[in-house]
């Protein structure tokens, strides 16, 4: 099952399109890809973060809660979401790494 299918539409559908959403496959051609699944790897990460957050204050004992088993599981689902989101356009942190990346590869050492 994909991951995005259980959270709602506006978490994951993206408002505009990222500024990595190539418009021809050329731009996709000179793309660092290391440098590019290493930024949505970082994003995937913060987003992940954020969503355990969000998690704390749920309860464990309510009458539609997962039990033990669900608070065992929790942290691969929340990492889960973060990978899908970023997958799938995430909220812009990945372009921002990436161009940091770029740079500090470019400055004189």
Same mark, same amino acid.
């Given at each position: 099952?994909?991951?995005?299918?259980?959270?709602?539409? *506006?978490? +994951?559908? /993206?408002? $505009?399109?990222?500024? +990595?959403? %190539?418009?021809?496959?050329? %731009?996709?051609?000179?793309? !660092?890809?290391?440098?590019?699944?290493?930024? $949505?790897?970082?994003?995937?990460?913060?987003? @992940?973060?954020? *969503? #355990?957050?969000?998690? $704390?204050?749920?309860?464990?004992? !309510? /009458? *539609?809660?997962?039990? /033990?088993?669900?608070?065992?599981?929790? @942290?691969?689902?929340?990492? $889960?979401?973060?990978? #899908?989101?970023?997958? @799938?356009?995430? =909220?812009? =942190?990945? !372009?921002?790494?990436?161009?940091?990346?770029?740079?500090? &590869?470019?400055?004189? &050492?």
């Amino acid at each position: 099952m994909d991951a995005l299918a259980a959270l709602p539409a *506006f978490i +994951h559908t /993206p408002a $505009q399109p990222p500024l +990595h959403a %190539a418009k021809s496959g050329a %731009a996709d051609e000179t793309r !660092d890809r290391r440098a590019w699944e290493t930024a $949505q790897d970082f994003e995937a990460q913060f987003v @992940s973060t954020l *969503f #355990q957050s969000m998690y $704390q204050g749920v309860g464990e004992d !309510d /009458p *539609f809660s997962g039990g /033990p088993g669900e608070t065992m599981f929790r @942290s691969m689902l929340v990492d $889960q979401y973060g990978k #899908q989101m970023a997958q @799938s356009g995430g =909220i812009g =942190i990945a !372009d921002a790494v990436y161009r940091e990346m770029l740079k500090m &590869q470019e400055m004189p &050492q």
